[in-house]
């Protein structure tokens, strides 16, 4: 494939993404909107501010647009993205497109009703070993990430995460007392299965996952085991080119 990196560590790296958005239209990660629509719909109303984690050039936020939800703020870390996104979909008016990094959102606490993200996440850890114990360098990466997720989220507000990571490998990540939500799954796709996670701000973690955390943080502090080493990918149908 033609955007097909050399390494999987390039899916983290800003320059990468500059380039790839200079020549390419759209890609969708986990299918487009029509695939996870009917979960979506459960946990966003129309009428919700809602924050786009790591937009890409995806068509997601301007499908939404069209199917009513209209108060949408798109964030990237690639300038180029933002430009190309924003000349693109001038005419969605309430729509906004802004560079920003995900572990330093500039915004003030308690901003939107919705934080959603499609893929962003798994970027972040594509380039990971060890499925059941990520590095601590991610760790701290996805720690800053999801901190401030939770800080612009409303009381009551959900982060909806949609990614091919099963609940055993991703709410590890999402289980903190810190983060003050609570934490559900569902999923989608036929015979190939993607994650829609909904974590809603203002709820305890459940019992579960309570002891889940404690149980991350005892691992944590003890030696490394030896790892599952994964490949290197050969193309991107380890995110996304599954036809559902």
């Not at 993205?81 to 497109?97: E, K, P, Q, V, Y």
């Not at 305890?204 to 030696?223: F, I, N």
């Amino acid at each position: 494939m033609e955007y097909l990196p050399n390494s999987n560590s390039k899916y983290k790296d800003v320059d990468y993404w500059d380039e790839r958005y200079k020549s390419e239209h759209s890609f969708e990660w986990f299918g487009d909107l029509s695939k996870f629509h009917h979960l979506l719909q459960r946990h966003v109303n129309k009428e919700d501010s809602i924050l786009v984690l790591g937009c890409g050039n995806s068509a997601m936020s301007v499908d939404m647009y069209r199917a009513g939800f209209t108060s949408i703020t798109n964030i990237d870390y690639s300038s180029i993205c933002i430009d190309t996104m924003a000349h693109r979909h001038a005419d969605c008016a309430g729509m906004s497109w802004h560079c920003m990094d995900a572990r330093r959102l500039d915004f003030t606490d308690g901003s939107f009703d919705v934080v959603l993200e499609k893929g962003t996440l798994d970027a972040m850890l594509v380039d990971e070993k060890d499925p059941w114990r990520v590095s601590e360098e991610t760790a701290r990466l996805m720690h800053q990430v999801l901190k401030e997720v939770s800080r612009v989220l409303k009381p009551g507000g959900r982060f909806v995460s949609v990614t091919f990571a099963q609940p055993h490998f991703r709410k590890p990540l999402y289980a903190r007392a810190e983060y003050g939500w609570s934490i559900r799954h569902q999923d989608y796709g036929h015979g190939f299965h993607y994650f829609l996670y909904v974590l809603t701000k203002g709820e305890e973690l459940s019992q579960e996952d309570a002891a889940l955390e404690q149980r991350v943080r005892l691992e944590a502090a003890a030696p490394p085991t030896a790892a599952v080493v994964f490949q290197e990918a050969e193309s991107e149908d380890f995110l996304t080119n599954i036809n559902l």
